[in-house]
């Protein structure tokens, strides 16, 4: 579904990713882990569009998307939860909701049925129906993330990229994302999840990519990955 070969990418003579290649089948749920400084949030940003890659090629569907704006990469149906959330906070959940539609409204995609899928993240985020019409602004933390995620999947996407969910959210809500990952992945979304919290993250994924440096270090399996001494040690602590 997803595949990205020898990506390089950065930010302006600062090269970040020096050739970096990984892929995520449709249907299953790979994550991306590593310390900070990376280049997980920048493989993300160059998938969507959010910096042009210099070198390398993205596709999706065997379509090279690689150097498209981000609005058309979106329109070829990757939605992205950014790193911080980055919700609309003078406008409603609602209307946060009918923005992740807007390619759907405005034509670039097949519009389906909007108004039920508005309904089914309130079913699948609970918290975001009973505050359909406040404020993003003034939601928690973890409400905004859920808010987030669920504007990226009004897309109804091909690809879903999810950026640091748990970041800065307190232990039970990390729970409570976590969990709503794992309904994604029984529901068999195509997901590219970039995590710190990385025993989480190889425990919901079904393949991993370990990115230091820029470069990949490691990859296999989830569960082969959270076995590999070297990764316990460097990311899963002794307690994992």
Request: aromatic share 4%; net charge neutral; proline share 5%.
């Amino acid at each position: 579904m997803l595949d990205v070969q020898d990506l390089v990418a950065g930010y302006g003579k600062v090269e970040v990713l020096h050739g970096i290649s990984l892929k995520v089948p449709e249907g299953q749920l790979v994550t991306l882990i590593g310390s900070n400084g990376a280049g997980k949030t920048t493989t993300l940003r160059a998938i969507s569009g959010m910096i042009a890659p210099q070198s390398g090629r993205i596709s999706l569907g065997g379509k090279a998307i690689g150097g498209l704006a981000s609005h058309e990469i979106t329109r070829h149906g990757i939605a992205h939860s950014p790193e911080g959330r980055r919700v609309f906070p003078s406008l409603p959940v609602v209307d946060n909701l009918l923005l992740g539609a807007f390619p759907r409204l405005s034509g670039g995609r097949k519009r389906g049925d909007v108004k039920g899928d508005i309904d089914k993240m309130f079913t699948l985020f609970p918290r975001l129906g009973e505050r359909r019409d406040q404020l993003a602004g003034t939601l928690s933390g973890g409400e905004q993330q859920m808010l987030a995620m669920a504007r990226a999947l009004m897309l109804e996407p091909e690809v879903l990229l999810l950026d640091e969910p748990s970041m800065g959210l307190a232990p039970r809500l990390v729970e409570d994302v976590f969990r709503t990952i794992e309904r994604l992945k029984a529901a068999r979304m195509t997901t590219l999840l970039v995590e710190q919290f990385a025993a989480a993250a190889l425990d919901v994924a079904d393949y991993g990519y370990v990115l230091e440096n820029g470069r990949i270090a490691r990859e296999g399996p989830a569960v082969t990955l959270k076995n590999d001494p070297a990764v316990r040690a460097a990311y899963l602590g002794a307690a994992h």
